[in-house]
Nanobody, 117 residues
Protein backbone atom coordinates (compact mmCIF):
# COMPACT_ATOMS: atom_id res chain seq x y z
CA UNK A 1 0.00 0.00 0.00
CA UNK A 2 1.44 3.35 -1.08
CA UNK A 3 1.75 5.95 1.66
CA UNK A 4 2.12 9.68 1.18
CA UNK A 5 3.13 11.80 4.16
CA UNK A 6 2.76 15.57 3.92
CA UNK A 7 4.33 18.26 6.05
CA UNK A 8 5.04 21.97 5.98
CA UNK A 9 1.65 23.56 6.41
CA UNK A 10 0.98 26.31 8.89
CA UNK A 11 -0.15 29.85 9.49
CA UNK A 12 1.46 32.67 7.51
CA UNK A 13 0.67 36.28 6.77
CA UNK A 14 -0.31 37.38 3.30
CA UNK A 15 2.77 37.82 1.15
CA UNK A 16 4.66 35.14 3.05
CA UNK A 17 5.97 31.76 1.94
CA UNK A 18 5.61 28.12 2.86
CA UNK A 19 7.07 24.92 1.46
CA UNK A 20 5.04 21.73 1.53
CA UNK A 21 6.70 18.33 1.35
CA UNK A 22 5.24 14.97 0.38
CA UNK A 23 7.27 11.84 1.02
CA UNK A 24 6.20 8.72 -0.87
CA UNK A 25 6.76 5.18 0.39
CA UNK A 26 8.09 4.14 -3.01
CA UNK A 27 10.00 5.65 -5.90
CA UNK A 28 8.44 8.70 -7.52
CA UNK A 29 9.16 7.04 -10.86
CA UNK A 30 6.56 4.38 -10.09
CA UNK A 31 3.89 7.06 -10.62
CA UNK A 32 2.74 8.72 -13.82
CA UNK A 33 2.40 11.94 -11.89
CA UNK A 34 2.40 13.47 -8.45
CA UNK A 35 1.06 16.74 -7.23
CA UNK A 36 -1.14 18.75 -4.95
CA UNK A 37 -4.84 19.45 -4.62
CA UNK A 38 -6.41 21.83 -2.16
CA UNK A 39 -9.76 22.04 -0.46
CA UNK A 40 -10.85 25.51 0.56
CA UNK A 41 -12.93 25.93 3.69
CA UNK A 42 -15.51 28.15 2.00
CA UNK A 43 -18.89 26.41 1.63
CA UNK A 44 -19.51 24.95 -1.81
CA UNK A 45 -15.88 25.07 -2.88
CA UNK A 46 -14.70 21.93 -4.62
CA UNK A 47 -11.28 20.39 -4.30
CA UNK A 48 -9.07 21.82 -7.03
CA UNK A 49 -5.82 20.73 -8.61
CA UNK A 50 -3.02 23.12 -7.68
CA UNK A 51 0.07 21.64 -9.33
CA UNK A 52 1.29 18.44 -10.93
CA UNK A 53 4.66 17.07 -11.98
CA UNK A 54 4.80 14.11 -14.33
CA UNK A 55 7.30 11.28 -14.31
CA UNK A 56 9.12 13.03 -17.16
CA UNK A 57 9.34 16.25 -15.16
CA UNK A 58 6.68 18.29 -16.92
CA UNK A 59 4.71 20.61 -14.65
CA UNK A 60 1.31 22.26 -14.74
CA UNK A 61 -0.45 24.69 -12.43
CA UNK A 62 -3.90 26.10 -11.86
CA UNK A 63 -3.99 29.65 -13.23
CA UNK A 64 -4.44 31.26 -9.82
CA UNK A 65 -1.01 30.11 -8.59
CA UNK A 66 1.10 30.48 -11.72
CA UNK A 67 4.16 32.61 -11.05
CA UNK A 68 3.80 32.13 -7.27
CA UNK A 69 3.98 28.37 -6.67
CA UNK A 70 6.63 25.93 -7.86
CA UNK A 71 6.39 22.16 -7.77
CA UNK A 72 9.58 20.15 -7.75
CA UNK A 73 10.80 16.65 -7.03
CA UNK A 74 13.74 15.03 -5.26
CA UNK A 75 14.03 11.62 -6.86
CA UNK A 76 16.54 10.27 -4.36
CA UNK A 77 14.30 11.20 -1.42
CA UNK A 78 11.02 10.11 -3.07
CA UNK A 79 9.73 13.57 -2.23
CA UNK A 80 7.67 16.17 -4.02
CA UNK A 81 7.71 19.78 -2.88
CA UNK A 82 5.39 22.72 -3.35
CA UNK A 83 7.10 26.05 -2.82
CA UNK A 84 4.43 28.68 -2.22
CA UNK A 85 5.42 32.34 -2.41
CA UNK A 86 3.41 35.56 -2.26
CA UNK A 87 0.64 33.73 -0.45
CA UNK A 88 -2.86 35.20 -0.46
CA UNK A 89 -5.79 34.62 1.91
CA UNK A 90 -7.58 32.78 -0.89
CA UNK A 91 -4.80 30.17 -0.82
CA UNK A 92 -6.10 29.03 2.56
CA UNK A 93 -7.21 25.42 2.70
CA UNK A 94 -6.18 21.84 3.26
CA UNK A 95 -3.52 20.76 0.78
CA UNK A 96 -3.46 17.12 -0.25
CA UNK A 97 -0.59 15.35 -1.93
CA UNK A 98 -1.53 12.76 -4.52
CA UNK A 99 0.22 10.20 -6.69
CA UNK A 100 -1.28 8.32 -9.60
CA UNK A 101 -0.28 5.29 -11.58
CA UNK A 102 -2.10 3.33 -14.27
CA UNK A 103 -4.41 1.71 -11.72
CA UNK A 104 -5.34 4.22 -9.06
CA UNK A 105 -4.70 7.49 -7.29
CA UNK A 106 -3.26 7.67 -3.79
CA UNK A 107 -3.80 10.52 -1.32
CA UNK A 108 -2.01 11.90 1.67
CA UNK A 109 -3.77 12.91 4.85
CA UNK A 110 -3.67 16.63 4.09
CA UNK A 111 -1.91 19.59 5.66
CA UNK A 112 -3.57 22.85 6.64
CA UNK A 113 -2.40 26.12 5.13
CA UNK A 114 -3.84 29.31 6.58
CA UNK A 115 -2.99 32.72 5.15
CA UNK A 116 -4.05 35.70 7.24
CA UNK A 117 -4.74 39.09 5.73
Amino acid sequence: QVQLVESGGGLVQAGGSLRLSCVASESVFSFNGMGWYRQAQAPGKQREMVAIITSSGNTNYVDSVKGRFTISRDNAENTVYLQMNSLKPEDTGVYYCYAMNAFRTYWGQGTQVTVSS
